[in-house]
């Protein structure tokens, strides 16, 4: 069982910037898949970001896209997430998630429920 354990959430203004990082534990977290999501209160999940076991492809929605991005430590066993350029309507819960193995199609890196293992979460509130 993978557990996943975010940080670096907080309160920062607009415009700012914050690095997240999802820490798993009792794998081989070179054998997995890692995405963000983020859910904003009365809002549905949205996809955040992925990236691949190896590191080698990355994907992002596209309200991030140009101001986030994921890498991954495997030697560390911790994902991140890079959030420059911050807006208020970044304000969200933000998740991290596993999957062990590589989606073959790519529609599943978009989607929460394709990844076995989720974190609890960790908030990030941009205030303008």
């Known amino acids: 069982q993978v557990r996943l354990v975010e940080s670096g959430g907080g309160l920062v203004q607009a415009g700012g910037s914050l690095r997240l990082s999802c820490a798993a534990s009792?794998?081989?977290?070179?054998?997995?898949?890692m995405g963000w999501f983020r859910q904003a209160p009365g809002k549905e999940r949205e996809f955040v970001a992925a990236?691949?076991?190896?590191?080698?492809?990355?994907y992002y929605g596209d309200s991030v896209k140009g101001r986030f991005t994921i890498s991954k430590d495997n030697a560390k066993n911790t994902v991140y997430l890079q959030m420059n350029s911050l807006e208020p309507e970044d304000t969200a819960v933000y998740y991290c998630?596993?999957?062990?193995?590589?989606?073959?199609?790519?529609?599943?890196?978009?989607?929460?429920?394709?990844?076995?293992?989720r974190g609890q979460g960790t908030p990030v509130t941009v205030s303008s």
């Open positions: 998630a596993a999957h062990i193995r590589t989606f073959y199609r790519e529609t599943d890196y978009y989607r929460f429920e394709s990844y076995d293992n």
């Open positions: 009792g794998v081989t977290f070179s054998s997995y898949t």
């Open positions: 990236i691949s076991r190896t590191g080698l492809k990355t």
